[in-house]
């Protein structure tokens, strides 16, 4: 998702930075949703199709990650991606802590914070904001890279095949266990985003049939189905059951990254490439916008999710990758915060 993502510029993938580009913009477009969880019947009903069609996004961010750098064909220094790619990561995550930990505090207590609520939640209680979650996930995914090279480096197609079959089986089980609490298996150490990662690497690397397509686009298809269709029948809203690592978003995901590899093949672009490397800033700022334009924009302009979301996730991003641009040109720290 980040520019660290792009460790070889001079052999960019384009197909890789549209699928950011419109990841990112999914992203966005899932943080408008939840002010519509209680509306009307008709929006809340919109709602739940919009999110459930896109949750595809962080999956499809982690993909990437694993298909850019987990080719063990390509040179790879861990001394220096620890000083630059994790290191980078991890002055963002504090940096915009501080920002967020800031904003909430303001927000909810006016001039009379103190240092201390500040600290408190960022370091002690809580997550500074919500969507900071991924950034602590994908720090994670880092650490765990240099090892997954060694075995990827080491393993034949058919044992990577198996990892990814035991991702997709632990998936599953966990996907299942809330429906069934008494199953009382579990396999979960072996599935989640380090699934993903595989994956990415292995459909970016390996060609797979047209049979073999065509059964993940039908899949993904029916799964879409069943997603919208379970929240909608139990009058839920979206990711009220597991989202993002359940088998059925899975699915989606390896479609949507099939069809952006299979179909988007063009020669890269420099304009694409530059808002690519700007989506990790844009993640990062994005949600500061939402609130500013959630408390400015009359409500009888939200009067509509299926107009307003859209047209609310192209304002921020724009403006997010405005200024996701200009804190990238600031000298020495602007590369490490954005």
């Keep these: 998702m980040t520019q660290i993502l792009n460790s070889n510029r001079n052999k960019r993938v384009a197909y890789l930075d549209l699928l950011r580009i419109l990841a990112i913009f999914a992203v966005i477009f899932q943080h408008f949703c939840p002010g519509y ?29 694993g298909a850019l750098l987990l080719n063990p064909q390509k040179e790879f220094s861990v001394k220096r991606f620890f000083k630059k790619n994790v290191l980078r990561i991890f002055v963002a995550l504090c940096f915009w802590s501080i920002i967020y930990g800031v904003y909430y505090n303001i927000s909810h207590f006016g001039s009379d914070w103190k240092l201390t609520s500040l600290i408190i939640p960022i370091f002690v209680k809580r997550l ?20 997954i090279r060694i075995f990827l480096k080491n393993a034949t197609q058919k044992q990577i095949q198996y990892f990814i079959l035991l991702a997709v089986l632990a998936s599953s089980i966990e996907y299942w266990n809330v429906f069934m609490p008494t199953l009382n298996f579990s396999l979960s150490e072996m599935g989640g985003y380090v699934g993903y990662l595989v994956i990415g690497y292995y459909l970016n690397r390996f060609e797979l049939t047209n049979r073999s397509r065509k059964i993940i686009y039908l899949s993904a298809l029916l799964s879409a189905i069943w997603i919208v269709a379970l929240n909608w029948v139990n009058g839920v809203p979206p990711h009220t059951y597991p989202s993002y690592t359940s088998p059925f978003v899975m699915v989606i995901s390896i479609a949507v990254f099939l069809l952006f590899k299979n179909n988007c093949q ?45 047209i609310a996730a192209i304002a921020v991003f724009i403006c997010s990758a405005i200024v996701s641009f200009v804190i990238s040109k600031i000298p020495v720290v602007g590369k490490y915060i954005t």
């Design 128 to 147: 500074p904001w919500y969507h900071l979650w991924f950034v602590y996930m994908i720090l994670a995914l880092y650490l765990l890279m240099p090892i």
């Design 266 to 310: 063009i020669r890269p672009n420099s304009h694409i490439a530059r808002l690519s490397n700007l989506v990790f800033g844009v993640y990062l700022v994005h949600d500061l916008f939402i609130q500013f334009f959630s408390n400015i924009i009359p409500k009888e302009w939200c009067s509509s999710a299926l107009v307003f979301v859209p």
């Design 37 to 65: 969880y209680n509306a009307d019947d008709f929006n809340k009903n919109a709602v739940n199709i919009m999110v459930s069609l896109t949750d595809w996004c962080v999956p499809v961010f982690v993909m990437i990650s």
